[in-house]
């Protein structure tokens, strides 16, 4: 009793790392062998049942095999009678036979040698099952050779088979006592397959009851190993529990008040004073991260909101005078006393105002695109025309760098595609800029081509492919991983000063966005091949025309008229106040704040959320802005709000 208290005593100094490891030793050893001593007794057990199954099988399989072998012979003896008419087939029969002979003789010596094995289990007597072999065996062996000494007969030729001698010598041995007696021995030997058969089974049954011991032998010992575990838990719960409560109180304290002055007592100086000195030193590591945090924080929404003033306040200050230069370009346009070159000169600089007034946007598209709010507004128009104005774009400014500008277009691109135009001609105007920009000398080529699809031949979807190639100072190696990356220069453009390094960024966003892809390649002072791809819609008829501007008063581009007739029409209408109103109040008031600020995404984004029964009102508001016709959708909406104080007067 006295040592037992000892050891006790002993145990509650042990620090808990040794009381648990202690306790996981003896449940785990008591497991151990509680499991070893239930395989021990089980494998016996098993193993007999396994040796007498083994036993029953190999009985059951060579008797099995012996009676089919039986039965072929002897099913092959009997109908030798129909070959006799034929002597090669006779003579195949024959030959079958003397295998069977063979096969028959290796399986009984077989059988013999398992018998005298001593087997644990037998189908029944021993001397009895060798008796009903040999004589099945021997009754075979004789009706073979009395069929072949009649074989050896010659055949003498009759009128009929059944007139001829042997055949009807064969009928007679058919019919004999000893060839009848075959049946006999084979329902012996089926009641011996029977009963080894069975007795398969008993041993199956023997194995699994072996397992089932041994199973329920392994959950005891299981059992008797966790209630000990669960003791030896128990007894160190007092020394464990109090201080981890005391840790976890501190801890959620902290984590629900976000007081991060609280600190928690280290009462032990074991694992758990540890634990606990460790929490403090975690408590005072976050506290000083979560204020660094916060500061951080604090001068990242600083700088956000003043990039959001800067970036609202530069598009509202440029956009403005860039619409009134666009307007008196438009005017400029509907005077009947140009000559043609000017009224190409004129047109020249609508779209490059127009360009302008778009790259003012770029800063603001390339914000959108990566808070996701890109939308895809696909429209029928004509491919090559878009093409040539970008030709007629850029030429003067390959002229006065005197560059090569080609344009090279496959004879089976498509003339009018479906695709989302706003976009692919930002792409490209922001690829053969650059190409013009970065090119000292030589030539820029724009190659437009296009492959079908390949999945199916019913689809309409097509895939253009577009290469831009300059003989320009190409790119370094090193520079091609960062190429599309936003506000990244390469240091050709660093050393020219050009570009903000937004271009690129906006064009891959685009591509993707349109479900293409877009890749560079590249040699420094020997050029730089862009390739983008993008899949398109054909369209089998050309996209509708809008109303000649020189239609439009001039009152309308610039003056203050709050009644425009609005002639940019779809399918035969105009823009009305009354398509307007089918939209709800706060719709439209988004749409003319957005068209006072000229806010290109934005009134996509308003055209993108118009129901399909509205479509030709989509379809209208896409056509004006397409030519940044802003006054008109300005102008109807203040006729709609000067209609509504009338009514109410009324």
Not at 453 to 469: A, C
Not at 563 to 577: A, C, F, H, T, Y
Request: with cysteine; charged share 25%; proline share 3%.
């Amino acid at each position: 009793m006295k040592p037992l208290q000892t050891w006790r005593q002993k145990s509650w100094q042990w620090r808990i790392r040794h009381k648990i490891g202690y306790g996981y030793f003896l449940s785990i050893s008591l497991g151990f062998a509680g499991t070893i001593s239930g395989l021990l007794v089980a494998d016996y057990y098993q193993g007999q049942g396994i040796e007498q199954l083994a036993d029953a099988n190999i009985q059951s399989e060579l008797l099995v095999r012996f009676q089919i072998e039986a039965e072929r012979m002897h099913l092959t003896l009997a109908s030798l009678d129909s070959f006799l008419d034929n002597s090669a087939r006779l003579a195949q029969q024959q030959e079958r036979l003397e295998q069977t002979q063979q096969k028959l003789r290796s399986l009984q010596q077989e059988l013999e040698a398992f018998l005298d094995s001593d087997p644990v289990w037998l189908a029944g007597d021993r001397e009895k099952i060798k008796k009903i072999i040999q004589d099945y065996n021997r009754e075979l062996q004789n009706y073979f050779q009395n069929i072949k000494i009649l074989l050896v007969s010659e055949i003498t030729p009759s009128k009929t088979l059944e007139e001829n001698f042997i055949f009807q010598q064969l009928k007679r041995i058919e019919i004999s006592e000893s060839v009848q007696g075959l049946e006999n021995f084979s329902y012996q030997l089926d009641r011996l397959i029977e009963i080894a058969q069975k007795q398969a089974r008993e041993a199956e049954i023997e194995v699994e009851n072996a397992q089932g011991l041994e199973k329920f032998i392994i959950v005891v010992s299981s059992l008797v190993a966790v209630a000990i575990a669960g003791w030896i838990a128990w007894r160190t719960t007092h020394a464990i529990v109090e201080p981890l409560e005391s840790l976890t109180h501190t801890a959620r304290q902290i984590a629900r008040e976000e007081d991060f002055t609280l600190r928690t007592n280290v009462q032990t100086e074991d694992e758990i004073g540890s634990l606990a000195t460790s929490l403090n030193l975690l408590i005072e590591t976050v506290a000083q991260r979560t204020t660094e945090l916060l500061a951080a924080k604090e001068a990242a929404e600083v700088a956000n909101r003043a990039k959001s003033i800067f970036l609202a306040t530069m598009s509202h200050e440029l956009r403005t005078p860039l619409n009134a230069i666009l307007g008196f370009s438009q005017l400029l346009g509907q005077e009947i006393n140009l000559t043609e070159a000017q009224r190409n000169n004129v047109d020249i600089i609508n779209r490059s105002g127009e360009h302008l007034l778009a790259l003012i946007n770029d800063i603001l598209v390339f914000s959108k695109a990566d808070a996701g709010k890109l939308v895809l507004i696909n429209n029928d128009f004509n491919l090559l025309d878009l093409l040539v104005m970008l030709e007629d774009m850029f030429s003067l400014q390959a002229k006065s760098k005197k560059l090569h500008l080609n344009l090279e277009i496959s004879s089976e691109v498509p003339q009018y595609i479906q695709a989302d135009e706003n976009k692919l001609r930002q792409i490209l105007i922001n690829l053969l800029s650059n190409a013009i920009k970065f090119t000292e000398q030589g030539s820029v080529m724009l190659r437009v081509s296009y492959q079908s699809p390949v999945i199916s031949s019913t689809t309409n979807n097509q895939q253009l492919i577009f290469e831009i190639e300059d003989t320009g100072l190409g790119i370094a190696p090193e520079e091609m991983e960062t190429l599309f990356d936003a506000f990244t220069q390469t240091q050709t453009g660093k050393k020219l000063q050009k570009g903000t390094g937004l271009g690129l960024a906006i064009s891959r966003q685009f591509v993707e966005f349109m479900g293409g892809q877009i890749s560079a390649r590249s040699a420094l002072d020997r050029g730089t091949i862009f390739t983008f791809t993008i899949p398109v819609a054909l369209v089998d008829r050309p996209p509708q025309k809008n109303v000649p501007k020189k239609n439009v008063p001039k009152k309308n581009v610039l003056s203050g008229d709050t009644n425009p007739e609005p002639v940019d029409e779809v399918k035969g209408r105009s823009l009305s106040p009354e398509l307007l109103q089918t939209m709800p109040d706060l719709w439209r008031q988004q749409l003319h704040y957005s068209a006072h600020i000229a806010d290109l995404c934005e009134i996509e984004k308003l055209i993108a959320q118009i129901p399909e029964c509205h479509e030709e009102l989509a379809a209208i508001l896409t056509k004006i802005l397409e030519e940044f016709r802003f006054d008109i959708i300005i102008a109807v909406l203040d006729q709609i709000e000067n209609r509504c104080p009338q009514q109410l007067e009324g």
